[in-house]
Each structure stands twice: as C-alpha cells, then as structure tokens.
C-alpha cells in the first residue's frame, strides 16, 4: 500500500515521477483543518506543492486540479508560472440535489452554486536547441533546417503529398505533433541525408537521434474513452454510508481522468487523499497509485477503505 500518512511534501521525493496527478486540496473555504479561510490564501497553500509537481513530473504528466471556479481561477497565476499548460476546464454539475431547497435569495444574492472544477493541465515539453529552450513545433523545425535540407523535402520522407510542411514543419497555430512513425522517418532522412558534419540531428540528448519510443513520451496521454462526454460533467454528489469524507468525489468522475490520462501500469498521484479515491480506482484499473492525507483520522479511513479493495 503506498499510502503516506502525513504531508505530501514529505513523500513526493519517494515516489515514482507521475503520469497523472489528481489534485483535490484546499478551496480556500475553511473545509478542513490548514485550509485557508478564503480563496485569497490558497496561493501560498499550494506554492511549494506545485513547486515539487513542477520538479517530478514528465511531460507525460497530467494534472487534473479540482477547486471552486474561484478557487482555480486564484491558483491558475501559479500554475502557469511553473510551466503547466492549460487545456481545459470541465464543470461538475452535482444536480438540483446538491441545494437541498436551503436557498435565501434575499440574503444570499446569487444563483444557488451546485458545481465545482476539474481543470486538465499539461507538463509542456521543450527542448534545448543551442542552448536556448524552445518549444516541441519550433523544435522540429530547426533541426530539419539545420540538416540542410529544403522543407518540401520532408513531405518525400514521410511519403506525403504535403502534410509534413503543413503540418509537422509549419510555424503557424495549425502544427500537428507529429505521430511517432512519422516523426522517425523524418528522424531517419535528415540523418541519412543532411549535412554530415551536424550529426546527429534531432537527438534529444546530443549523442544519438531519438526514436518513436523517445517521442511518444514528449507528451501526455489523452484517450476519449467515453464518447459522448464533454466537459460538463453530470454526476450526483457522494452521499450516505459511501461518504467518508467531506470532499469526496465521485469514482465515475475519478475513473473518467485517470482512463482518460493513463495506461495500464502508469503512476497515478494523489497528494490529497482524504478517502483516497483515485488510488481505489487506480488500482482497479492496474496502474500504481501513490497518495498522501496529513489528517491521521482521515488517513486511517482511507487505510481500512484501501485494504477493503486491495491496494
């Protein structure tokens, strides 16, 4: 069971770097014991954890960052900051249920609230390109013209009419990441045929030049597993004897970003366990999960609920 009963900041440096990291911690609503009064506060909250995610992950890495709109709207300056890439911001919509009818409309002055976010982040890669770090579509691009080579050439490697130089090759908001097949054919001809002397081109560690299997890991995972859905998200929230804990989510949801942004065998981190369940799901579904819950009665719940299914 790889479960930290304590702080997360104490175990990120033991574990395996993540593929996904599900973030479930402070609102910045007073919700549990630490969690700031209000959202104002939330960026010092969680400076030094996404300075360690910064640290540790891979641009395999996912976040799925859950939070009040407010909430992610505070933390977005500080994401942004440590290179993670907004994708996008799907709405869980917990029903008509959720307000219970305890509206004062009078006194409140808003529409009753009955969701929450769950924003996808990427870990960007870049690559260095005479010392300056550039991103992947520039990346491309300079190497192929360093090899000396003229730009249609590309569409020859690929075997393509013009989809490299419109596509793989272009400086233009239209790139395309280029599968790993193609990548390596275009890998294979710029080393056959470009200038000998700059050797090897497109190598990722200036000593050979990189494979598919290398390029396939200089992004994250993204599968549609459930076609039809879109970023609302309508699910009832966690009630009765199920619910463990204050904030806990429901496993449809969790196993919607864990399929979504993993393989089988894949790290799945949640820092902030409380009753752990993406590590429950991860572990259904055969990747490794790793969780944290600085809350010893909340981390002991989770315990008893981790050994009930196995992990």
């Known amino acids: 069971m790889n479960l930290h009963c304590g702080d997360a900041l104490d175990a990120y440096e033991c574990w395996p770097s993540p593929v996904t990291l599900i973030s479930d911690g402070a609102y910045g609503v007073e919700g549990f014991p630490g969690d700031p009064s209000s959202p104002s506060g939330l960026l010092a909250w969680y400076r030094p954890h996404v300075e360690a995610w910064s640290r540790y992950a891979t641009p395999l890495t996912t976040l799925w960052f859950w939070n009040t709109e407010i909430g992610w709207a505070t933390v977005h300056p500080l994401l942004a900051q440590f290179g993670w890439e907004y994708v996008a911001c799907n709405v869980w919509d917990k029903g008509l249920a959720h307000v219970a009818g305890n509206v004062n409309s009078k006194t409140i002055r808003r529409y009753p609230v009955a969701t929450e976010v769950c924003v996808q982040y990427v870990k960007a890669a870049r690559c260095s390109y005479h010392g300056q770090s550039v991103t992947l579509q520039a990346w491309l691009r300079l190497e192929w013209q360093r090899s000396g080579l003229p730009l249609d050439e590309a569409n020859r490697a690929c075997g393509v009419k013009n989809a490299a130089t419109r596509k793989y090759l272009t400086t233009c908001h239209r790139w395309y990441f280029p599968p790993p097949p193609v990548f390596e054919l275009l890998v294979k001809h710029a080393n056959d045929h470009g200038h000998p002397a700059g050797r090897p081109y497109f190598s990722l560690d200036g000593e050979r030049p990189a494979t598919a299997g290398d390029w396939s890991r200089m992004r994250s995972r993204f599968s549609l597993v459930e076609q039809g859905t879109t970023n609302v998200w309508r699910e009832p929230s966690v009630r009765g004897a199920t619910r463990l804990h204050p904030n806990q989510k429901p ?49 002991a719940v989770a315990r008893r609920r981790l050994e009930a299914n196995g992990v």
Do not use: M, Q
């Open 251 to 299: 496993e449809r949801l969790i196993e919607r970003c864990v399929l979504a942004s993993t393989e089988v065998g894949d790290v799945v981190w949640e820092p902030f366990g409380g009753a752990c369940t993406a590590a429950v799901v991860a572990k259904r579904h055969n990747r490794v999960p790793y969780a944290a819950e600085a809350d010893l009665a909340f981390a």
